[in-house]
């Protein structure tokens, strides 16, 4: 069973950091993409930045680009999002999405973690 579990939300003020971590656990061999995603209240769900495997292109949302950093740890099995100068439109839940390889005949999974709170708030 694969499952991602993100951690590392909260609330920080205006202009502060945080780190979110998804952790992707269960059979995975590879990865086709990972990323994240948030939906603030009475919003749609958006894309915040994705490692896409097949391009080896990283792609990031307009509202974060030069703000928010994603990365990865392949022996982890972990994809982090730095978030930096935070701003009250950045509240929202933010959930970690992942399509891998489970085996070596090529089975994939995709899927969403729980999600992780993020209120920026003075």
């Known amino acids: 069973q694969v499952q991602p579990v993100e951690s590392g939300g909260g609330l920080v003020q205006p202009g502060g950091s945080l780190r979110l971590s998804c952790v992707v656990s269960?059979?995975?061999?590879?990865?086709?993409?990972i990323g994240w995603f948030r939906q603030a209240p009475g919003k749609e769900r958006e894309g915040v930045s994705c490692?896409?495997?097949?391009?080896?292109?990283?792609n990031y949302g307009d509202p974060v680009k030069g703000r928010f950093t994603i990365s990865r740890d392949d022996a982890k099995n972990t994809v982090y999002l730095q978030m930096n100068s935070l701003k009250p439109e950045d509240t929202a839940v933010y959930s970690c999405?992942?399509?891998?390889?489970?085996?070596?005949?090529?089975?994939?999974?995709?899927?969403w973690g729980q999600g992780t709170q993020v209120t920026v708030s003075s």
């Open positions: 269960g059979s995975t061999l590879d990865y086709y993409a």
């Open positions: 490692i896409d495997r097949t391009d080896g292109h990283i």
């Open positions: 999405y992942a399509q891998v390889v489970t085996d070596l005949y090529g089975s994939t999974w995709s899927g």
